[in-house]
């Protein structure tokens, strides 16, 4: 009763990153409410899953295993929630801002007359004092994100409904194993007391999974790109740049916009976050919707011909000069220095 729940996605039998990253920050924030933190993964096959799930620190994790939970499809997924939640009255839950979770949140949600924020970039703990009401609820869910564009940073509360259900992208939360040997309880579920026949009215009978093109969640090195890019043939020198660094290539979202670049490698509020060891940001102004999705990055180079440029001012190493002149010179010494 009363604890934070995540909601786990499963590829097959792979716990999704996504979700391992939500676990981390249920855990911190289950500590902080002095409550147990559970999981809850649905999907075929699922033996020895919870192995994957419990060293992030889970005391529980809820095991749904039948036949025609995988791949997800709404109507199951949507009626395990909500008959587990109205059972264990959750106080807390997270899940993924993908496909998946954007389905299946406001399902759940709107089920529980709970209330869901999308997209949060943070989440912390806090009170609030309804000074109308002359009330004030302690230890709620800070749902930080975004709004108006990004012109603001919304912090938003839902003082009486359960659970406070947040959705949050792959990449923004940190993943880290709390314990290898974590003791948590595995609780096997009659999936048949939860999920009516009649929710299988969907049958999978083929799915094409697309493989990603690149690899810039994970890559230590990033060259991004900006409008200051100037053409997609210049943004060639970015890929020859990341091809000597061992990088992967990231856009803003002008650039892409531009048609300078892929939509799938923009970085941001609407795109990835990325958390590289080297982020090499080229004719990028540093914009807050863009600095969302690259400020953790461990170094930070901006290559710019203004040198007010905002984004120089988080930037460790500042080059002040056009990208045209500056990235070949970049190649060119790379190469020599490296022979
Ligand atoms: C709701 C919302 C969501 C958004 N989400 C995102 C997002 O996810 N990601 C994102 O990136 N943006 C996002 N944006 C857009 C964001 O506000 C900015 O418009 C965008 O980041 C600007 O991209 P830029 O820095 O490439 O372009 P600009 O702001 O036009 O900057 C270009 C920079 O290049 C420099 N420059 C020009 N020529 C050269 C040259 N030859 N050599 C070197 N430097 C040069 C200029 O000095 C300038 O600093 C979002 C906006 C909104 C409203």
Redesign the pocket.
């Known amino acids: 009763m009363n604890n934070v729940y995540v909601y786990c996605e499963l590829e097959g039998t792979t716990v999704a990153d996504v979700s391992l990253e939500l676990l981390t920050k249920g855990r911190k924030l289950a500590n902080q409410l002095g409550c147990q933190l559970e999981a809850v993964a649905a999907g075929t096959g699922l033996n020895g899953v919870e192995k994957q799930i419990i060293p992030y620190g889970v005391d529980k994790v809820h095991l749904f295993d039948a036949p025609g939970l995988f791949p997800y499809t709404s109507l199951p997924h949507s009626s395990i929630l909500i008959n587990l939640f109205k059972e264990e009255k959750p106080q807390i839950c997270l899940m993924g801002a993908t496909v998946i979770g954007r389905d299946l949140g406001p399902r759940v949600s709107s089920a529980l007359t709970s209330g869901l924020t999308a997209d949060c970039t943070s989440l912390e703990i806090g009170s609030h004092e309804d000074k109308k009401a002359g009330k004030t609820f302690e230890n709620l869910l800070y749902q930080i994100r975004?709004a108006f564009?990004?012109n603001i940073v919304a912090t938003i509360i839902n003082p009486e409904h359960r659970p406070q259900m947040a959705t949050v992208r792959e990449g923004v939360m940190k993943k880290e194993i709390l314990d290898e040997n974590y003791k948590g309880e595995v609780v096997n579920h009659n999936v048949a007391q939860y999920v009516p026949q009649t929710d299988y009215v969907i049958n999978v009978i083929d799915r094409h999974v697309e493989k990603a093109q690149h690899n810039l969640k994970g890559a230590p090195i990033v060259v991004a790109?900006?409008?200051?890019?100037?053409s997609k043939e210049n943004f060639n020198l970015l890929f020859d740049l990341a091809k000597e660094l061992h990088a992967e290539v990231g856009?803003?979202?002008?650039?892409?916009d531009a048609g300078f670049c892929d939509h799938d490698r923009?970085?941001?509020?609407?795109?990835l976050t990325v958390r590289p060891k080297l982020y090499i940001a080229?004719?990028?102004?540093?914009?807050?919707?863009?600095i969302?999705?690259m400020q953790d990055a461990g170094i930070i180079i901006s290559?710019?011909?203004?040198e007010n440029?905002?984004?120089n001012t988080i930037a460790d190493y500042v080059i002040n000069?056009?990208?045209?002149?500056?990235l070949p010179k970049m190649i060119k010494y790379y190469k020599q220095n490296t022979k």
């Open positions: 975004p564009g990004g790109g900006g409008y200051g890019v100037g856009a803003s979202r002008a650039a892409v923009q970085i941001g509020q609407t795109g080229c004719g990028i102004s540093g914009q807050i919707q863009h969302a999705g290559i710019n011909n203004d440029a905002p984004i000069g056009s990208v045209e002149e500056v």
